[in-house]
């Protein structure tokens, strides 16, 4: 694979992310999901990365601050979502590229987990594990086989508990 370099988005970039999406999914949700997302306090800059390969964008991947609760306690964690790569340019390891990049930055940044929903193949593949396995749920109405979760500090998920994503995630699973 020739050389994909990952970096931190800057708001030159949120035109050529949003064709990266639109050329990934099926209609324009994640458009407008990101742009959400994007004005909520749990957005972090350092952590919306984009791939890109000669010069020009081909991935993204963003994660944003949720709450983990554990009992009467609540603790910030990551929730990774969307990631897309171009559809010409997939299976050539950009996504795990674009993952990897990201659980740097996310444990140079502090923070002790991540947690995503849908692909659990993929992201089992790269050292994420199934929520349900570690006793964590989650407040959307969504089948529980689709969330994996990653501790960055071993221990972070402790016994489990619950992953409380905002409204902004309720509008799109
Ligand atoms: C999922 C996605 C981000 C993976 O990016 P990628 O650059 O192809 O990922 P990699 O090359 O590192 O890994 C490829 C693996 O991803 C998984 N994968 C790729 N496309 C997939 C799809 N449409 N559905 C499920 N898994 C998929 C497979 O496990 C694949 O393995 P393979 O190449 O051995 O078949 C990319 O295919 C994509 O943008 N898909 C559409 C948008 C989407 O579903 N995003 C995920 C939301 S969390």
Do not use: W
Not at 12 to 23: E, M, P, Q, R
Request: with cysteine; net charge negative; aromatic share 8%.
């Amino acid at each position: 694979m020739q050389a994909i370099t990952v970096r931190a988005e800057t708001a030159d970039d949120f035109k050529a992310i949003d064709v990266v999406h639109l050329s990934a999914f099926e209609g324009d949700d994640e458009v407008g999901f990101i742009d959400s997302l994007r004005n909520t306090s749990g957005y972090i800059p350092e952590l919306s990365l984009v791939a890109e390969f000669n010069g020009r964008i081909v991935g993204h991947i963003l994660l944003t601050r949720i709450c983990f609760q554990q009992g009467s306690k609540s603790v910030d964690i990551l929730a990774l979502a969307p990631m897309a790569v171009v559809p010409s340019q997939s299976h050539r390891g950009i996504g795990s590229e674009l993952v990897k990049t990201a659980i740097e930055e996310a444990k140079k940044q502090g923070y002790t987990a991540i947690a995503v929903i849908g692909h659990p193949e993929f992201y089992q593949r790269l050292g994420f594990k199934l929520a349900e396995d570690l006793k964590v749920g989650i407040n959307l109405s969504i089948d529980q086989d689709l969330v994996t979760v990653m501790e960055l500090e071993q221990g972070a998920l402790g016994d489990g508990g619950n992953l409380i994503y905002s409204s902004q995630f309720s509008q799109v699973y």
